[in-house]
């Protein structure tokens, strides 16, 4: 067949001729690119950034503070702050270990949580790793929220040890002019003289510092070395102050209450979660 079949001239049809047909020329490098058949016609976009982060509003929200829709109006107007900063951006995302603060106090979307461990000795109290075994490794099963003991027991002191991500409980622990009394049940390496229990019940300076328990007795059936103490300090370091002010080392350190919880039906090494009621009654506290 001949090339210039269906033309009106002769030479190669040159896209200059009248009418609404116009021929394409290719230059060099801008041929049409044919799309593969095994590429999608609508390619999903592509996911960034953290998945663990969290919109600043159903953070709040999941707080338990308000709505996502109210929580956009309490950012608007400045009450939510991250990390100290306040913070009025829609749509700001909160990284893990970010701390979010609702009108001055601190909020969690976790759920709270409360448990009560009965302390075996050789767990040192703390969170950081590296240090052995800890009271973390025995409520590590307890629950997914990110709890910590209020307090502390010495590794070889035993006992109850309440843990919580609730800042409210833990700030009543921490108070310094309530705070919670936790009942030690104490040995000694020698008899507890009496004029000395009454000087420890009466309130003493050690090193300019005023030291003071809320209740100090002998045991009913046991030696004078065994004593009950209560206690208000969250530490156990004050209970060793004391009897090394009076010349006592402690042989025994024994939580044996804190407020009205007890280790009733909780073995050494054992937690449990507070009830509702036990819970309710801590916060009357």
């Not at 949580?113 to 099963?141: C, H, I, Q, W």
């Not at 507890?192 to 009466?202: C, F, G, H, P, V």
């Not at 059936?221 to 060793?240: F, Q």
């Not at 024994?254 to 309710?280: F, M, Y």
Request: net charge positive.
């Amino acid at each position: 067949m001949n090339r210039q079949q269906g033309s009106k001239g002769k030479g190669k049809p040159s896209g200059r001729g009248s009418g609404n047909t116009r021929s394409t020329s290719y230059a060099r490098g801008n041929a049409p690119i044919k799309k593969s058949n095994t590429e999608p016609k609508n390619p999903a976009p592509k996911k960034s950034g953290n998945p663990d982060e969290i919109r600043l509003n159903k953070y709040v929200a999941n707080a338990g503070m308000c709505s996502r829709r109210e929580a956009d109006v309490h950012i608007a107007t400045g009450l939510v702050a991250v990390n100290g900063k306040v913070i009025t951006e829609m749509g700001y995302k909160v990284k893990p270990g970010d701390e979010v603060r609702y009108d001055g106090a601190r909020i969690n979307p976790e759920k709270k949580a409360y448990v009560l461990l009965n302390k075996p000795k050789g767990f040192a109290t703390t969170t950081s790793e590296g240090k052995g075994r800890t009271v973390m490794d025995l409520v590590a099963n307890a629950t997914n929220s990110r709890i910590k003991p209020i307090g502390r027991l010495g590794r070889n002191s035993k006992g109850l040890l309440l843990f919580t991500n609730d800042d409210a409980i833990t700030a009543k622990f921490t108070n310094s002019k309530h705070g919670v009394p936790r009942l030690f049940h104490v040995e000694l390496d020698k008899n507890l003289k009496l004029e000395d229990l009454k000087r420890i019940q009466d309130g003493f300076k050690s090193e300019g510092k005023l030291i003071e328990v809320e209740e100090i007795s002998y045991i009913d059936g046991a030696s004078k070395k065994e004593v009950g103490l209560k206690i208000k300090n969250t530490g156990n370091t004050i209970i060793r102050t004391i009897f090394e002010h009076f010349k006592y080392d402690i042989i025994s350190l024994d939580c044996v209450a804190i407020g009205h919880l007890t280790k009733k039906d909780i073995p050494r090494g054992s937690w449990k979660h507070l009830t509702e009621q036990e819970l309710n009654t801590l916060k009357m506290l």
